[in-house]
């Protein structure tokens, strides 16, 4: 059995899922409403980047007793441009520290544009993004990750970089 499993703040995330899920036929599921992932023998999770963390895998992935026997795949949906060999990087760092080294040296890790809309995000996030906006501003341009490149140029915007084809390598490894 294969299960597409989402943690999904503001939408993009979600809307990624329930596309893969309409192309595949695969059903998906918001990670908190997951019961029993054992019984998957395929993973697909996708999830939302936050803090360098990806939202709800860890509590979600780490509940696989055995990873061996599965087939694991992660999508993370940020911000910033997923092409940057830099934020590539820092996005496997997260996911390192946030898995078993086993279930780390086998997964399959995807990297997907979501976007923004700060008119809806609850005070704590807003609060986050304008201490991060102030702070990136003060850096040099060198020093400006791709991260820090996509806060400053997305701040108080409504954006979205949603990009269903790149879904498709994601499909083809399933299939």
């Given at each position: 059995?294969?299960?597409?499993?989402?943690?999904?703040?503001?939408g993009?995330?979600?809307q990624?899922a329930?596309?893969?899920?309409?192309?595949?036929?695969?059903?998906?599921?918001?990670?908190?409403?997951?019961?029993?992932?054992?019984?998957?023998?395929?993973?697909?999770?996708?999830?939302?980047?936050?803090?360098?963390?990806?939202?709800?895998?860890?509590?979600?992935?780490?509940?696989?007793?055995?990873?061996?026997n599965?087939?694991?795949?992660?999508?993370?949906?940020?911000?910033?441009?997923?092409?940057?060999?830099?934020?590539?990087?820092?996005?496997?760092?997260?996911?390192?520290?946030?898995?078993?080294?086993?279930?780390?040296?086998?997964?399959?890790?995807?990297?997907?544009?979501?976007?923004?809309?700060?008119?809806?995000?609850?005070?704590?996030?807003?609060?986050?993004?304008?201490?991060?906006?102030?702070?990136?501003?003060?850096?040099?341009?060198?020093?400006?990750?791709?991260?820090?490149?996509?806060?400053?140029?997305?701040?108080?915007?409504?954006?979205?970089?949603?990009?269903?084809?790149?879904?498709n390598?994601?499909?083809n490894?399933?299939?």
């Amino acid at each position: 059995m294969k299960i597409i499993i989402y943690g999904s703040q503001y939408g993009t995330t979600k809307q990624y899922a329930q596309e893969l899920s309409k192309k595949t036929g695969i059903k998906a599921e918001k990670y908190t409403d997951i019961q029993d992932i054992n019984q998957y023998e395929t993973i697909i999770y996708l999830g939302a980047l936050y803090a360098g963390r990806v939202l709800g895998m860890k509590k979600t992935l780490n509940k696989i007793e055995d990873c061996h026997n599965k087939k694991i795949v992660i999508a993370t949906v940020g911000l910033a441009d997923p092409n940057d060999k830099g934020n590539i990087g820092r996005i496997m760092d997260g996911i390192e520290r946030q898995l078993s080294e086993d279930m780390y040296n086998q997964v399959n890790v995807y990297f997907l544009r979501g976007g923004i809309d700060y008119s809806i995000l609850n005070l704590k996030h807003k609060t986050m993004m304008a201490f991060a906006y102030k702070r990136s501003k003060r850096l040099k341009e060198k020093e400006r990750t791709a991260e820090i490149k996509a806060i400053i140029e997305t701040y108080g915007k409504k954006v979205d970089f949603i990009d269903f084809d790149k879904l498709n390598p994601i499909i083809n490894e399933i299939k």
